[in-house]
Nanobody, 115 residues
Framework: VQLVESGGGLVEAGGSLRLSCVAS????????MGWYRQAPGTQRELVAV???????NYADSVKGRFTISRDNAKNTVYLQMNSLKPEDTAVYYC??????????WGQGTQVTVSS
């Protein structure tokens, strides 16, 4: 199983980025997929998750600004991030498989928001 994230970068506060996570070795449509982030000196935290049925859940800090979505045909999950804030700066990780007892992680992609 491999999860490969892309789309991170440097953006000014108020800007937008879209992260992508391409999955191989698992069938995206039957797996819960999520985005997590970890800033220096902090624990990894949940950002957003989408269930196999399509329901979504978000951290309070990103509600109304971030949107998680999935394209099962492309085996890809996305995180659209709008109105970015400096406190969103972190390494963002893709996660999958927890609804089946697995815990797959990507290598992470850096998001830096300048003030």
């Amino acid at each position: 199983v491999q999860l490969v994230e892309s789309g991170g970068g440097l953006v000014e506060a108020g800007g937008s980025l879209r992260l992508s996570c391409v999955a191989s070795g698992i069938i995206l449509s039957i797996n819960e997929m999520g985005w997590y982030r970890q800033a220096p000196g902090t624990q990894r935290e949940l950002v957003a998750v989408v269930s196999s049925g399509g329901s979504t859940n978000y951290a309070d800090s990103v509600k109304g600004r971030f949107t998680i979505s999935r394209d099962n045909a492309k085996n890809t999950v996305y995180l659209q991030m709008n109105s970015l804030k400096p406190e969103d700066t972190a390494v963002y990780y893709c996660n999958g498989g927890r609804n089946h007892g697995y815990d797959y992680w990507g290598q992470g992609t850096q998001v830096t928001v300048s003030s």
